[in-house]
């Protein structure tokens, strides 16, 4: 196992996630407890010492199940990380219940790492607010030795994580972020890291296979990427990420045995991509998305031909998103904190921004087109 250094601790490079437990069929919240104390077994025997859970996963289930497997093994043998699950806006003034229960779950003294969970922008008002007072509360555990290191994990975009660095940036110790060679310009990925830098922050990563999709290019891509270094397209994604110096944990949520232990050999050697590697994967991630996506540049020149006052090319970076996950999460919530009259349902069809769009996007269909989709 490779490891990465953080402040005196030996990090391992790769950390278990535990969103994606091993469970029963069709039965999310039925995690299969055996199977998951048998993965950690592994995990701390060949060197992997970075466990990441959170109150939702699971339904709570996998707080418990880490929490149980874990306790087998002395407490200064792993790492363990919980977080504050902001990303539903009731949970914020129950900060000081959820907290206490969250150890007692995973039956441990204290967390190593604590997370602000999802900051993103509909929750950044509710993360500032002082009457929720959630950056006091977590101060105040990280004094009394039950959080030994507080960050936060980000799925907003460039703005709010801007705006909260400018208050909380000095605190933070590290910040968790959506991540992969696709991404890395997809969800501005790369601007993201180069702000965190700014401040000192170094990422942990957090779908660095994007749900799996990486590990099962096309073969065609996948053809590409054999003729210059014979592994799998998972390992390829995980050695673009060993190559950027920031990320020190990159978290898998793996399922069975089969994906860690495949994954633990990834991670025996550091084997950053090459700069002729780096280019290549580039140019596959530009045709993966080429092939789903609109080619928006964000020149904005449409945006003041609309009578809606609609964001034009946000809302077709939320329709790429949306398209590309095939689903998902992220656009229905970006869509909440959107003003009303100013959605993609609120377009009009009068085609004025087509007129003026350098790459001839057929905007008005593309709105028709989300708003049918987030609707199914
Ligand atoms: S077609 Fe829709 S998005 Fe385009 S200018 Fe008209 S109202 Fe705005
Ligand atoms: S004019 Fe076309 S390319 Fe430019 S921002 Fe608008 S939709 Fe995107």
């Not at 970075?50 to 109150?55: I, P, S």
């Not at 792993?78 to 995973?106: H, M, S, T, V, W």
Request: net charge negative.
């Amino acid at each position: 196992m490779i490891y990465r250094d953080f402040k005196g601790m030996k990090l391992s490079n790769l950390g278990m996630g535990c969103m994606r437990l091993p469970h029963a069929e069709g039965a999310v919240n039925d995690v299969d407890f055996a199977a998951v104390a048998e993965m950690a077994k592994y995990c701390i025997e060949h060197g992997v010492n970075y466990f990441d859970t959170a109150w939702g996963y699971h339904g709570g289930k996998s707080e418990v199940a880490i929490g149980e497997a874990l306790s087998a093994f002395p407490r200064e043998s792993f790492y363990l990380a919980d977080k504050f699950p902001g990303y539903d806006l009731a949970n914020f003034p129950k900060a000081r219940e959820i907290f206490p229960e969250q150890l007692r779950r995973c039956k441990v003294e204290y967390f190593d790492f604590y997370f602000l969970h999802n900051v993103l922008e509909l929750n950044i008002d509710s993360y500032l607010d002082p009457k929720f007072g959630i950056y006091d509360y977590f101060m105040e555990q990280k004094e009394a030795g039950l959080i030994k290191h507080l960050g936060f994990s980000a799925h907003g975009e460039l703005p709010v994580l801007r705006r909260f660095l400018e208050v909380y940036g000095k605190d933070m110790e590290y910040c968790q972020l959506q991540l992969n060679f696709l991404d890395w310009e997809f969800q501005h990925g790369r601007e993201k890291v180069e702000l965190l830098r700014e401040y000192g922050i170094p990422v942990w990563v957090m779908e660095p296979l994007r749900g799996g999709k990486l590990a099962s290019l096309e073969p065609e891509h996948g053809a590409r990427l054999r003729a210059l270094r014979d592994e799998s397209d998972a390992a390829w994604a995980f050695r673009f990420l060993q190559g950027i110096p920031d990320v020190k944990v990159i978290l898998s949520g793996m399922s069975n045995m089969e994906q860690l232990v495949d994954n633990v050999r990834i991670f025996e050697t550091d084997a950053p991509l090459t700069e002729a590697e780096n280019a290549e994967l580039a140019k596959i991630a530009a045709e993966m998305l080429s092939k789903k996506t609109q080619p928006c540049t964000g020149c904005r020149y449409c945006t003041e031909y609309c009578p809606q006052g609609i964001d034009i090319p946000r809302m077709i970076e939320l329709y790429n998103e949306h398209v590309f996950t095939g689903g998902g999460w992220m656009a229905p919530f970006a869509l909440r904190t959107v003003e009303e009259g100013k959605r993609p349902a609120d377009c009009l069809h009068c085609r004025s921004c087509e007129q003026v769009c350098p790459q001839g996007l057929k905007i008005s269909e593309i709105f028709e087109d989300f708003t049918a989709k987030l609707k199914g």
